[in-house]
T-cell receptor, first 115, second 116 residues
Framework: GENVEQHPSTLSVQEGDSAVIKCTYS??????FPWYKQELGKGPQLIID?????GEKKDQRIAVTLNKTAKHFSLHITETQPEDSAVYFC??????????????FGKGTLLTVNP | GAGVSQSPSNKVTEKGKDVELRCDPI?????LYWYRQRLGQGLEFLIY????????KSGLPSDRFSAERTGESVSTLTIQRTQQEDSAVYLC??????????????FGEGSRLTVL
């Protein structure tokens, strides 16, 4: 099956700085890589995703890069704001027996943006 | 409702008791997922429903866990003879189309289970 490693587990930055979270995956067949943000007491919410046919995707202050050869992908948040403080999860899909319905998640990164 | 609704939001039970957790997906969403989130851990896949069918139950941790879905809507996750290691947040998600990557997964706020 798929294994996703995520680093760092905690990240503290000053408001306005950039934050980078990195993930590696094991299954070369994975082709879909979403990132979820989970605020305290809430369910995870999709913030950006990338497919294996592109190397980078950007949405305002958030960007994701994918290196298929190295099997790693990263989330970049620029000009961080206190409301960016949350737990961020990366994930990769795993096509199990031809049924593409499983997402394997990393263990999460607690991002704290200090005002 | 507008989003995925889960109940109860919090459940405290004694070891050995049975619990039922309920998920109301977004109306019209055919795909439904259950995940478990232990403290400080990532989300662990439990089971996936396409309509009322669960093509793969291998993510369920043991035979004490079962899930069903009726009317292509509400789903219930049942844990029998609960153990302390079952303590976790159980998250439900739904999607308009089957398969990962075909559409966004919308998560509920979860049911926090504490087994004493």
């Amino acid at each position: 099956g798929e294994n996703v490693e995520q680093h760092p587990s905690t990240l503290s930055v000053q408001e306005g700085d950039s934050a980078v979270i990195k993930c590696t995956y094991s299954d070369s067949a994975s082709n879909y890589f979403p990132w979820y943000k989970q605020e305290l007491g809430k369910g995870p919410q999709l913030i950006i995703d990338i497919r294996s046919n592109v190397g980078e995707k950007k949405d305002q202050r958030i960007a994701v890069t994918l290196n298929k050869t190295a099997k790693h992908f990263s989330l970049h948040i620029t000009e961080t704001q206190p409301e960016d403080s949350a737990v961020y999860f990366c994930a990769a899909n795993w096509d199990s027996g031809g049924s593409n319905y499983k997402l394997t998640f990393g263990k999460g990164t607690l991002l704290t943006v200090n005002p | 409702g507008a989003g995925v609704s889960q109940s109860p939001s919090n459940k405290v039970t004694e070891k050995g008791k049975d619990v039922e957790l309920r998920c109301d997906p977004i109306s019209g969403h055919t795909a439904l997922y259950w995940y478990r989130q232990r403290l400080g851990q990532g989300l662990e896949f439990l089971i996936y429903f396409q309509g009322n069918s669960a093509p793969d139950k291998s993510g369920l941790p043991s035979d004490r866990f079962s899930a069903e879905r009726t009317g292509e809507s509400v789903s219930t996750l049942t844990i029998q003879r609960t153990q302390q290691e079952d303590s976790a947040v159980y998250l439900c998600a739904s999607s308009a189309r089957p398969g990962v990557g075909t559409g966004e997964l919308f998560f509920g706020e979860g049911s926090r289970l504490t087994v004493l």
